[in-house]
């Protein structure tokens, strides 16, 4: 499934051009920009899916740093720094990777 079939491409585009400069990306504000705040939960568990590339049902350290890409194939890499950042503010057990009940409650922060 494309990430376009559940968000806007245009508000896709403006996030992703909003954090292209490196060390800049903020989840919150990303997943406000792209329209993902406002989504169901059926919506933003299908965002999930795609952005877990490998289908273990987590996103790990590995996938967070693409997770731009995921949105939008001319997204960028997240810097360590970012990726860190992220996977800290969403890995609530402390298992290193994120659930998709952390990813919901992460998006609705």
């Given at each position: ?17 909003a ?16 329209g ?74």
């Amino acid at each position: 499934m494309a990430m376009c079939s559940i968000l806007n491409g245009d508000d896709i585009k403006k996030a992703l051009d909003a954090f292209a400069a490196a060390d800049s990306f903020n989840h919150k504000k990303f997943f406000e920009m792209v329209g993902l705040k406002a989504k169901s939960s059926d919506e933003v568990k299908k965002v999930f899916l795609v952005l877990d590339a490998d289908n273990s049902g987590f996103i790990e350290e590995e996938e967070l740093k693409f997770v731009l890409k995921g949105f939008a194939q001319n997204g960028r890499d997240l810097t360590d720094k970012e990726t860190k950042a992220f996977l800290t503010a969403a890995d609530k057990d402390g298992d290193g990777k994120i659930g998709i009940d952390e990813f919901a409650a992460l998006v609705k922060e």
